[in-house]
């Protein structure tokens, strides 16, 4: 086994830095917190990197699948806040990754391409008031029209986050009788602009690239043809929501947590090298010194864990128990991380003139969204083949 980082890889995080460092300094990061805002021309800037690129196979206009790298840019991002990182992931993966695993040819060759260019967002409309984890109760209703032409949507969406900025959203919707949780299920890519549709904002702490939404449905009509997967793939949606677009699923919000605990270390590691207490630099206190590396080395294992099943994931290979063990790991151990960083800052890991703060409500986030710990754990015992009776 090689661990050595490829050029290509150091290439395009320096990249990435130098990009940041100018058009996503500090400051901007923390103004676009406050207001739950993106800076869209700073985005398009991003995408002209041809990051957006990197989920899409080069017949549709990107750069070829590469998960790791892809990975990586979130990673990245994510040091600097999630003012970039959130809409990426909204174009890269809840649009580029889902289409490429689920979409028919005709809807491959509309979006794609335009979201190769980071030219379309998407949000998820799955989760519901009464519906979180357990998806497959999904209670937002569709029906086909009487000619079959177009779908009739009613209900509302939770958690719906960047469905104010998001072009599409990839709703779950039960498309047949209830008791039959899994095999009337359909996913349905619905433009936001489509009249009968309202959004609620919800207040919300961390992740504020966006506002968090309830969407609500009121007989929207889209076409036939936004069926995710074509006409023939009403009532197959489940297969679709568990395939490999949710062990991706599982790594980007594994690679935001990492970003976040990455620049949490780093920022405290400096904090502590400048800041003198009892006539000597905070760092040389051996409580200090202790917090910091313990933070470092299990930044380390994050690391590794979350490149393993991004590396399954690149080759096409089966990563459902990795993918589920790298956000259970790191998303649990990041928290800590952070928590940790923050107290090594003392007071000022409090202020809002420090990003510690922000790196805080962030991670908070992350053991609950991208499915929960808990979910993780019953994964991968189910994957295993562990006994439940």
Known sequence: ?????????????????????????????????LKAAYDASVFAKLCKLGVTGMTVPEEYGGTGIDVLS?????????????????????????????????ASEEQKREYLPKLAEGK???????SEPDVGGDLA???????????????????TKRWCTGARIADVIYTLVRSGPKE?????????????????????????????????TDVIFDEVEVPATNIVGGRQAWNKGWPMLVGRGLDVERLEITACALGIATGAVEDAWSYAQEREQFG??????????????????KLAACRHMLYHAAWLATA????????????????????????????????????????????????????????SSNMQKNNIASRLNLPAH
């Open 1 to 33: 086994m090689n661990f050595d980082e490829p050029a290509e890889t150091t290439m395009l995080r320096d990249t990435l830095r130098r990009f940041l460092d100018k058009e996503m300094p500090r400051e901007l990061a923390r103004q676009l917190d």
């Open 70 to 102: 892809a990975i990586i840019v979130i990673e990245e991002l994510a040091k600097r806040g999630t003012s970039l990182t959130g809409p990426y992931i909204h174009c890269a993966f809840y649009g580029a990754m889902n289409l490429v695993e689920n």
């Open 120 to 126: 379309l967002l998407f949000a998820y409309g799955l």
């Open 137 to 155: 109760s999904a209670t937002v209703t569709a029906r086909l029209s009487a000619d079959g032409e177009k779908i009739v949507i009613n209900g």
């Open 180 to 212: 039959d949780r899994y095999r009337n299920l359909s996913l349905v890519l619905v433009p936001t602009t489509t009249p009968g549709i309202s959004i609620v904002d919800i207040e919300h702490i961390g992740l504020r690239y966006s506002e968090t």
């Open 280 to 297: 000597k630099k905070i760092c040389a206190h051996q409580a200090v010194r202790h917090m910091l590396v313990e933070a470092r080395t």
């Open 316 to 371: 096409s290979r089966d990563c459902s128990v990795e993918s589920s063990m790298a956000k259970l790991f790191v998303a649990d151990n990041a928290v800590d991380i952070v928590l940790a960083c923050q107290r090594v800052m003392g007071a000022y890991g409090c202020a809002r003139e420090y990003d510690m703060e922000r790196y805080v409500r962030d991670i908070v986030c992350m053991p609950i969204v991208g499915g």
